[in-house]
């Protein structure tokens, strides 16, 4: 698939990507059965901007393998279930009329 876009005649790649870099507080406050987030198997979590700095400086001497593909079995997971709701809301709209 090409993500490449022209603007102004200068041509940008769009790379898609996942977000895996979180604030290591919104992991830790919320009930543990309720967090699909875990710090080093689905994201990487920092408390601080220099954590950020020191995890992006550092990230060419990680092996992000597991975690982006932990990562997108997450977002699939939510994404099957967006389609169901999606598919039950459409189904009522329509049957209720």
């Known amino acids: ?6 603007f102004d005649n200068k041509k940008i790649t769009i790379v898609p990507c996942i977000n895996m870099r979180m604030l290591r507080k919104w992991i ?4 543990k059965k309720y967090c699909d987030f ?5 994201c990487y979590a920092v408390s601080n901007e220099d954590e950020l700095v020191e995890l992006l400086n550092n990230s060419n001497n990680v092996d992000t393998t597991k975690v982006v593909e932990n990562a997108g079995k997450l977002m ?8 169901e709701w999606n598919k039950c809301y459409l189904h ?3 049957s209720s009329n």
């Open 1 to 6: 698939m090409d993500y490449s876009k022209s």
């Open 28 to 31: 830790e406050t919320v009930d």
């Open 76 to 83: 699939n997971r939510h994404i099957k279930v967006a389609e």
């Open 38 to 42: 875990k710090e080093g198997y689905n």
């Open 92 to 94: 009522n709209s329509f």
